[in-house]
Every structure is written in C-alpha cells, then in structure tokens.
C-alpha cells in the first residue's frame, strides 16, 4: 500500500488495497480502511506515518464506514455485516455495539451528546442511537 502525505505511512505487509481514509479533526491519527475480496482491514497511523500495532482490526467483511468522534480518539467502524465497532486509540480497545440487523451500514454519525447514531439500509433505513460512556 503507498499512501503519501509529507511522510510515508508505513504499512505492514498484510495491508490490502486502500479504500477509505480519514484524519482525526483534532489529533494527529489517520485511519486507513482496505480491503481484499475475502477480508476487511482498518489501521491507525500517526502524524509522522507511523503504524499504530495496537489499533489493527480485521474481519471477513468489508469497511464500509470510518468516522471520528470530533474530541476523544475513538473511531466508529461500520462493516458490511451490520457490526459497528468503537476502536479508542492508543489503547486498541474495542467495543462492538449491540446489533438486531445484519444489514450493511451506510452512515455513521456522532451527536452532540456523544452519541453515535448508526444508519443501515435494507428497504429503509433504521436509526440507532448508542450512548458512549466517557
């Protein structure tokens, strides 16, 4: 995977091709989502390039959604299996939010309230919002 900005990021050996990336509004974190035909991956990378070992997520399913929480490190991952994952940088910890539907998720988005709200689309689109505890 080559992805530039000032500085290299290096990526480990079992990265797949990039399909999304999105910096952190107020911290030097990078998230890259990639994706093969039979995995899905996300890392994190800091200012200067650097892999973030702890942060790495793979599944059996493709990304479909990366979205920052605007303040705390925590990224909300939607997956084409219906998953939301919460991954909190630098820790690497992660939480996977309660689901009833195996949709694809189409939409993340934080509220003002630190919530996340999770769209995902079958025939219509349902709205969840989860409560993220500080």
Same mark, same amino acid.
């Given at each position: ?11 480990? /050996?079992?990265?797949?091709? !990039?399909?999304? +990336?999105? *910096? =952190?509004?107020?911290? &030097? #974190? $990078? @998230? ?8 899905g991956n996300v890392d994190l990378y800091l ?10 997520? /793979?599944?059996?399913?493709? !990304?479909?959604? +990366?979205? *920052? =929480?605007?303040?705390? &490190? #925590? $990224? @909300? ?58």
């Amino acid at each position: 995977m080559a992805v530039y900005f000032d500085h290299r990021i290096e990526a480990p /050996e079992s990265s797949n091709v !990039p399909s999304q +990336l999105t *910096w =952190h509004s107020a911290l &030097p #974190v $990078l @998230a890259v989502a990639s994706s093969s035909p039979t995995t899905g991956n996300v890392d994190l990378y800091l200012q200067q390039g650097e892999y973030v070992h702890s942060c790495h997520l /793979e599944q059996p399913h493709q !990304p479909t959604v +990366l979205r *920052w =929480h605007p303040i705390k &490190p #925590v $990224l @909300a991952l939607g997956w084409e299996n219906g998953e939301v994952v919460l991954l909190t940088h630098p820790s690497g910890d992660q939480t996977v939010l309660p689901s009833t539907h195996a949709a694809c998720i189409t939409l993340l988005e934080w509220s003002e309230c630190n919530a996340v709200t999770v769209h995902r689309h079958i025939y219509c689109t349902c709205h969840i919002n989860i409560l993220m505890h500080s």
